[in-house]
Every structure is written in C-alpha cells, then in structure tokens.
C-alpha cells in the first residue's frame, strides 16, 4: 500500500514538473482581480472555485500542449533536454491523455460558470494550440503567449459578469504587455540555440540590448494601463500604492538583467513577476473592501 501511495505521489509531482505548476502565480491572481473587479467586490465562492478549475485545467493542458508539440525542439536543446518528455520520463502518449484531461476540466468549468464562457472556450484552447507553433514563423510570439494568459482577467470577467464588457480591455492588455516583456526577458538564454535552430524570437531578431530596452518599453505600457484600469474603476489610494509598487517592482526586475550578465535572469522571471501579478490581486482587493 505505503509503495503504491509513493509511486503515486511520484507521477503526480513528475506531471507537476511538467506544467511547471509554480508558474500558476503568474496568471491565477489576475483571473482573481478580474472577478472581483467584475463582482465590485468578493464574487460567490462557487463562482471562484469554477474560475480556479478553469484556470488550472487551461494552464494544465497548455503546458501539456506546449511540451508535446515542442518535444524535439527541447532534445535538441541543452537547457530543456532534461524536460520530462524528452527525457522519457514521460510518454507522449501519456502527455496527450494528460492534456485531453485537463482541457476537458477547462470546458466543464466553462460550462459551469456560464453560455458565453462555454461558447467561447474553443477559441481560447484555439490561442493555446497557436502559441506552440508560433516561434515557427514569428517573433511575435511573446503576444501570442501574452494574449492567451490576458484571457485570466477577462475570463473571469466573463464568468462573473456573463458579457464582454469594455472596462475590463485596459487590465487584459495590461497582462499582454506584461507577459510579453518578461518573456522576451526568458528567451535571452535561448537566443543563439533560436538562431541556430531556425526558431523565432525578439532575442534572436533584435539582440540582448535592443531586446532589454523592448522588454523595458512593454512593462511601461504595463504600468500606464494598470493606471488606467484604477481611473477607469473610479478605485481608492489602496490600489495606487499597489501600482506603485508595482513600478518599485518592475525597475527592480530590469535592475537585475544586463546585457552582459545574465545571471540573476531566474530571479528576474520568477521571483518578481510573481510578485507582480500578487500585488495586483491583494491591492484590487483590499481597495474593493475598505
């Protein structure tokens, strides 16, 4: 029994290693301030713990998405050989069960919030599906990737709300420019494999240093559009001081990465825009509820 239960939690933290679960603190506080926006307060505890399955079926099964189409491209390089599917520590067959799984748990929890969260979860896996293939042929993948998490905010707007409504646009666009600028920060340590592999990014078309002063541009029009967003929802100093923060924040991630020492670029990604995207949630909060 005690071996079953052990080689049990074995897969079950291999399948986490895989959709990098840790990386949920990026999109989930997002989808969260897009509720309580949408709700002028704290939504139902039934309609968050839907938004929290979706939002964890959909990352679910775009990183599944992700690692399977990708699997050769990670072989071939040294940095993600050792990722689970190219390494054989998962099957392919197993990931695509896997990722079936997690999409399905993403539609019935579209279909347990509302008809338009339902009607509009195809086109969501759709961008899914795109981002996988566009470091093919574009260096605009970062928007791809960025437009796909932007649907956490307006998502959950959705699943509150049940419309698309205007207000919530500046907060998703926020995400895009958001995510965009530290992806390009990201694919600085694939720059020369992008190129010799013919795959595509800012990095590879730009150069570190152009490359930095883009990323250092997105996260301005990051901040401008969180500016927006408080104007826009009339909200209190609470969540100004939190926008403030946020800039602290976002100077201080640039602060680590230069164009000739990348060597806190890990500190960078993670670390403070999982910061970020907390800061956004608790500050919204507490400004709806003071």
Same mark, same amino acid.
């Given at each position: 029994?005690?071996? /079953?239960?052990?080689?049990?939690?074995?897969?079950?933290?291999?399948?986490?290693? !895989?959709?990098?679960?840790?990386?949920?603190?990026?999109?989930?506080?997002?989808?969260?301030?897009?509720?309580?926006?949408?709700?002028?307060?704290?939504?139902?505890?039934?309609?968050m713990f839907w938004?929290?399955?979706? !939002?964890?079926?959909?990352?679910?099964?775009? !990183?599944?998405?992700?690692?399977?189409?990708?699997?050769?491209?990670?072989?071939?390089?040294?940095?993600?050989? @050792?990722?689970?599917?190219?390494?054989?520590?998962?099957?392919?067959?197993?990931?695509?069960?896997?990722?079936?799984?997690?999409?399905?748990?993403?539609?019935?929890?579209?279909?347990?919030?509302?008809?338009?969260? %339902?009607?509009?979860?195809?086109?969501?896996?759709?961008?899914?599906?795109?981002?996988?293939?566009?470091?093919?042929?574009?260096?605009?993948? *970062?928007?791809?990737?960025?437009?796909?998490?932007?649907?956490?905010?307006?998502?959950?707007?959705?699943?509150?709300?049940?419309?698309?409504?205007? #207000?919530?646009?500046?907060?998703?666009?926020?995400?895009?420019?958001?995510?965009?600028?530290?992806?390009? &920060?990201?694919? %600085?340590?694939? !720059?020369?494999?992008?190129?010799?592999?013919?795959? *595509?990014?800012?990095?590879?078309?730009?150069?570190?240093?152009?490359? &930095?002063?883009?990323?250092?541009?997105? *996260?301005?029009?990051?901040?401008? &559009?969180?500016?927006?967003?408080?104007?826009?929802?009339?909200? /209190?100093?609470?969540y100004w001081t939190?926008?403030?923060?946020?800039?602290?924040?976002?100077?201080? #991630? *640039?602060?680590?990465?230069?164009?000739?020492?990348?060597?806190?670029?890990?500190?960078?990604?993670? @670390?403070?825009?999982?910061?970020?995207?907390?800061?956004?949630?608790?500050?919204?909060?507490?400004? &709806? /509820?003071?």
């Amino acid at each position: 029994m005690a071996k /079953n239960i052990q080689m049990a939690k074995n897969i079950a933290i291999l399948y986490l290693k !895989m959709i990098k679960i840790s990386h949920s603190v990026f999109a989930l506080p997002f989808a969260f301030t897009g509720a309580i926006l949408a709700a002028s307060g704290i939504p139902s505890l039934k309609q968050m713990f839907w938004i929290a399955v979706a !939002m964890v079926g959909a990352r679910s099964g775009a !990183m599944g998405l992700n690692r399977i189409i990708d699997r050769n491209i990670d072989a071939a390089n040294p940095r993600t050989a @050792n990722r689970e599917i190219p390494s054989g520590k998962i099957k392919v067959r197993d990931a695509v069960i896997f990722t079936f799984i997690s999409l399905a748990v993403f539609v019935f929890a579209a279909y347990s919030l509302n008809p338009l969260c %339902l009607k509009l979860s195809p086109i969501a896996i759709a961008v899914l599906v795109l981002y996988s293939y566009t470091k093919r042929f574009t260096w605009m993948a *970062h928007f791809v990737l960025g437009i796909a998490i932007s649907a956490a905010p307006l998502g959950a707007w959705i699943a509150i709300r049940g419309t698309f409504d205007w #207000e919530i646009v500046p907060l998703s666009i926020a995400v895009v420019f958001w995510l965009a600028g530290f992806d390009v &920060l990201y694919a %600085l340590q694939d !720059m020369e494999f992008d190129r010799s592999h013919g795959l *595509h990014s800012i990095p590879q078309r730009f150069g570190i240093k152009r490359s &930095l002063i883009l990323s250092r541009i997105f *996260h301005s029009v990051t901040w401008s &559009l969180l500016a927006i967003n408080g104007i826009i929802f009339n909200l /209190n100093f609470v969540y100004w001081t939190g926008v403030f923060l946020v800039a602290g924040l976002l100077i201080y #991630e *640039h602060s680590l990465v230069k164009s000739h020492d990348l060597s806190k670029l890990n500190m960078a990604f993670f @670390n403070m825009n999982g910061y970020i995207s907390i800061a956004v949630f608790v500050f919204t909060l507490v400004a &709806l /509820n003071i």
